[in-house]
């Protein structure tokens, strides 16, 4: 791909991530936030956090079904990031909106709300993975290690979505679309393996 | 507050619906500007701007008195939040949906049918219902299980003064409400939820007997819009808005506690009483705070209230009982 389309991509994809916080720092300005402020903030940033993380996790199966779209791992880095990032907002709001700052509230949520410690888990799995971003990580770690350490964004990703049915009403069914996205691209992966490894297996036996 | 006390809203602070009408006209354009301005103007949003039949759920105005059942000393949350930021969920689960579908619902012409253990089963006709008894202006806290807040200027009478004239017979020990049901009308409830529908509430007698409970069929001086439960509903405010039925088209007096909607769902979460209570959390979350609606999202939170505020008026009705575990 030529250097300057990439940028160009880019560009546009920093400024597709920035959209929703964009929207909630303009709304918040013009004080048109809705009727519940601080639900549409922790909805809009926890939402963000779970498109972005289907969105990284799109970017592989998308590249293994059609080659010509390799360059779409250049991207990848960016969808987790930015996921971190408004889990990260999500989790402030949550802190100081909902516990308002309460140590307290926090430790009686943590004991007695699996919907909370299945949040804070889904943030604790992406932690690591932000961390270990950068090139020298990668280096650091060895590329084997490093992609081991980074199959925890599936892990997170399912605590996302636990989290989110935990949440709503029982009998309310808003996080099925999400959670099929999700299901689907998770079990692409076994699946789209075990096609390759049958390719490749195929040409082996031609070979001989 | 006490009973009897004087409502001590000065009149001045009460907005009157001309002031109201400018307010929410000129919050609408500076809405549709910084829309237009993000370049982002949604067609739900224009849609309300220039479809009439928007505007006509606003609803008639309704002759009123005025009561010492009020609730005073609090600031009203406005007619545009009251009415689109509801949870109706026979018009789709999402707080905004309501107001942009409950357009759907009949709510003329209507009855109320009364039927179980009553003399004799009756139906009582909407207009007729109205007329019963002068219709008061009741401002009331409402607080939905959900953790947020309101404080709404309600319009109706006292239930009591309704079941009455329903005449129920000794042996009726509770009361249920049926929400009228379509499911070619409301498929949205149908299509969001699992919900087994109709909607169904209910109210021990001496609760649904208590001069609080009120038979609703107004807000802000004007009929109820559809989304928060034209004809006619019930509102409960020291207890957790769910247990407020909407729209309701059967009242059953029964001899034993009736199911509800919600305790259908999930009765570890959602009480026959639910009253509200901030030492008992919802398993989900905590009961202790609640965000105030309309305000900016610092000044938010607020102390929830035990029977969100009404305790001098209530307790008496849970005297003896364990209300952690009659949640």
Same mark, same amino acid.
């Given at each position: 791909?030529?250097?300057?389309?990439?940028? +160009?991509?880019?560009?546009?994809?920093?400024?597709?991530? +920035?959209?929703?916080?964009?929207?909630?720092?303009?709304?918040?300005?013009?004080? #048109?936030?809705?009727?519940?402020?601080?639900?549409?903030?922790?909805?809009?940033?926890?939402?963000? #956090?779970?498109?972005?993380?289907?969105?990284?996790?799109?970017? #592989?199966?998308? /590249?293994?079904?059609?080659?010509?779209?390799?360059?779409?791992?250049?991207?990848?880095?960016?969808?987790?990031?930015?996921?971190?990032?408004?889990? #990260?907002?999500?989790?402030?709001?949550?802190?100081?909106?909902?516990?308002?700052?309460?140590?307290?509230?926090?430790?009686?949520?943590?004991? /007695? /709300?699996?919907?909370?410690?299945?949040?804070?888990?889904?943030?604790?799995?992406?932690?690591?993975?932000?961390?270990?971003?950068? /090139?020298?990580?990668?280096?650091?770690?060895?590329?084997?290690?490093?992609?081991?350490?980074?199959?925890?964004?599936?892990?997170?990703?399912?605590?996302?979505?636990?989290?989110?049915?935990?949440?709503?009403?029982?009998?309310?069914?808003?996080?099925?679309?999400?959670?099929?996205?999700?299901?689907?691209?998770?079990?692409?992966?076994?699946?789209?393996?075990?096609?390759?490894?049958?390719?490749?297996?195929?040409?082996?036996?031609?070979?001989? | 507050?006490?009973?009897?006390?004087?409502?001590?809203?000065?009149? =001045? $602070?009460?907005? =009157?619906?001309? &002031?109201?009408?400018?307010?929410?006209?000129?919050?609408?354009?500076?809405?549709?500007?910084?829309?237009?301005?993000?370049?982002?103007?949604?067609?739900?949003?224009?849609?309300?701007?220039?479809?009439?039949?928007?505007?006509?759920?606003?609803?008639?105005?309704? $002759?009123?008195?005025?009561?010492?059942?009020?609730?005073?000393?609090?600031?009203?949350?406005?007619?545009?939040?009251?009415?689109?930021?509801?949870? @109706?969920? $026979?018009?789709?689960?999402?707080?905004?949906?309501?107001?942009?579908?409950?357009?759907?619902?009949?709510?003329?012409?209507?009855?109320? *049918?009364?039927?179980?253990?009553?003399?004799?089963?009756?139906? @009582?006709?909407?207009?007729?219902?109205?007329?019963?008894?002068?219709?008061?202006?009741?401002?009331?806290?409402?607080?939905?299980?959900?953790?947020?807040?309101?404080?709404?200027?309600?319009?109706?009478?006292?239930?009591?003064?309704?079941?009455?004239?329903?005449?129920?017979?000794?042996?009726?020990?509770?009361? *249920?409400?049926?929400?009228?049901?379509?499911?070619?009308?409301?498929?949205?409830?149908?299509? !969001?939820?699992?919900?087994?529908?109709?909607? =169904?509430?209910?109210?021990?007698?001496?609760?649904?007997?208590?001069?609080?409970?009120?038979?609703?069929?107004?807000?802000?001086?004007?009929?109820?819009?559809?989304?928060?439960?034209?004809?006619?509903?019930?509102?409960?405010?020291?207890?957790?808005?769910?247990?407020? &039925?909407? =729209?309701?088209?059967?009242?059953?007096?029964?001899?034993? !506690?009736?199911?509800?909607?919600?305790?259908?769902?999930?009765?570890?979460?959602?009480? @026959?009483?639910?009253?509200?209570?901030?030492?008992?959390?919802?398993?989900?979350?905590?009961?202790?705070?609640?965000?105030?609606?309309?305000?900016?999202?610092?000044? !938010?939170?607020? *102390?929830?209230?035990? @029977?969100?505020?009404?305790?001098? *008026?209530?307790?008496?009705?849970?005297?003896?009982?364990?209300?952690?575990?009659?949640?």
């Amino acid at each position: 791909m030529k250097r300057s389309i990439l940028i +160009l991509l880019k560009t546009a994809t920093w400024v597709a991530c +920035l959209w929703p916080l964009g929207k909630l720092a303009w709304e918040a300005a013009a004080n #048109t936030l809705g009727p519940d402020p601080t639900a549409t903030i922790t909805f809009t940033t926890g939402a963000t #956090t779970l498109n972005l993380l289907t969105i990284g996790l799109a970017l #592989t199966p998308a /590249r293994k079904l059609i080659p010509r779209l390799g360059w779409l791992v250049k991207f990848r880095r960016l969808a987790g990031l930015f996921a971190f990032f408004y889990a #990260t907002l999500h989790l402030t709001a949550y802190v100081a909106l909902y516990a308002g700052f309460s140590a307290g509230a926090m430790a009686a949520d943590l004991a /007695r /709300r699996r919907f909370i410690v299945m949040g804070l888990a889904g943030w604790l799995l992406l932690l690591p993975l932000a961390a270990t971003s950068t /090139r020298w990580a990668i280096r650091t770690l060895g590329g084997k290690r490093w992609n081991q350490l980074h199959r925890l964004v599936y892990a997170a990703a399912v605590c996302g979505v636990i989290h989110y049915w935990w949440q709503v009403k029982p009998g309310v069914l808003t996080p099925l679309t999400i959670t099929v996205l999700l299901g689907l691209l998770l079990a692409a992966r076994p699946v789209l393996g075990w096609a390759e490894h049958r390719k490749m297996r195929m040409r082996g036996a031609a070979a001989d | 507050m006490l009973i009897g006390k004087p409502p001590d809203i000065p009149s =001045s $602070e009460i907005t =009157s619906r001309a &002031a109201y009408f400018r307010y929410l006209s000129r919050r609408r354009f500076l809405k549709s500007a910084a829309a237009a301005g993000a370049g982002a103007l949604g067609a739900g949003r224009l849609a309300e701007i220039f479809d009439p039949a928007t505007r006509a759920l606003a609803g008639t105005k309704l $002759e009123t008195v005025k009561s010492p059942l009020t609730t005073t000393g609090e600031t009203l949350t406005s007619y545009d939040d009251i009415t689109h930021y509801n949870n @109706f969920y $026979e018009f789709g689960v999402d707080k905004s949906e309501p107001a942009k579908n409950a357009g759907a619902l009949p709510a003329r012409p209507w009855s109320v *049918q009364v039927e179980g253990h009553v003399k004799r089963p009756k139906t @009582f006709d909407i207009d007729a219902l109205m007329k019963l008894r002068p219709l008061e202006d009741r401002v009331y806290r409402h607080r939905c299980v959900e953790a947020w807040s309101m404080v709404i200027p309600w319009v109706g009478y006292s239930l009591a003064e309704f079941i009455k004239e329903c005449e129920p017979l000794s042996s009726a020990k509770y009361v *249920q409400f049926l929400s009228y049901w379509d499911r070619r009308v409301e498929h949205w409830g149908a299509e !969001q939820t699992s919900i087994s529908w109709p909607y =169904s509430e209910g109210l021990r007698m001496d609760e649904a007997m208590h001069p609080l409970a009120l038979l609703t069929f107004g807000l802000y001086g004007e009929t109820l819009p559809n989304q928060d439960g034209a004809p006619v509903r019930i509102v409960v405010p020291w207890k957790y808005g769910f247990k407020s &039925a909407k =729209s309701i088209v059967t009242v059953r007096f029964v001899d034993r !506690q009736p199911h509800t909607t919600w305790n259908d769902q999930a009765s570890n979460e959602y009480g @026959f009483y639910s009253n509200v209570n901030p030492h008992v959390d919802h398993p989900r979350w905590s009961q202790k705070v609640e965000r105030r609606i309309g305000l900016p999202f610092w000044e !938010q939170r607020k *102390q929830t209230l035990m @029977f969100n505020g009404y305790t001098d *008026q209530v307790a008496y009705l849970y005297q003896g009982m364990d209300l952690r575990k009659n949640f």
